[in-house]
């Protein structure tokens, strides 16, 4: 089993920046795909981003490809979401999600382990 803890959520103005930090333990990091889902007031999760478990894969929604970048730190059992030109429609509680195989994908139902979620707020 892993244990996730999301961290690095607030509030920010409108082109401006975060960093996100998901910090995983209970089992060997390494070995899972990990993702970033988010979800705003009165809509489903959505997926934004995810990143092999070597690092050399990742994958981003559309919306905000570009913008966000995922990566992660084996050695300190740490995955990150750096947010840039944020904009209001990225308002969201952000989840990291992580899942024992190689390669993550786009679907929350395919992760097996959550985070407790750190709300990001954009304002205008």
């Known amino acids: 089993q892993v244990q996730l803890v999301e961290s690095g959520g607030g509030l920010v103005q409108a082109g401006g920046s975060l960093r996100l930090s998901c910090a995983g333990s209970?089992?060997?990091?390494?070995?899972?795909?990990m993702a970033w889902f988010r979800q705003g007031p009165g809509k489903e999760r959505e997926f934004v981003a995810t990143?092999?478990?070597?690092?050399?894969?990742?994958y981003y929604a559309d919306s905000v490809k570009g913008r966000f970048t995922i990566s992660r730190d084996n050695a300190k059992n740490t995955a990150y979401l750096q947010m840039n030109s944020l904009r209001p429609e990225d308002t969201a509680v952000y989840y990291c999600?992580?899942?024992?195989?190689?390669?993550?994908?786009?679907?929350?139902?395919?992760?097996?382990?959550w985070g407790q979620g750190t709300q990001v707020t954009v304002s205008s």
């Open positions: 990143l092999s478990w070597s690092g050399g894969n990742k």
């Open positions: 999600a992580a899942q024992p195989q190689v390669l993550g994908d786009t679907t929350p139902s395919t992760y097996k382990y």
């Open positions: 209970g089992r060997t990091f390494s070995n899972y795909a």
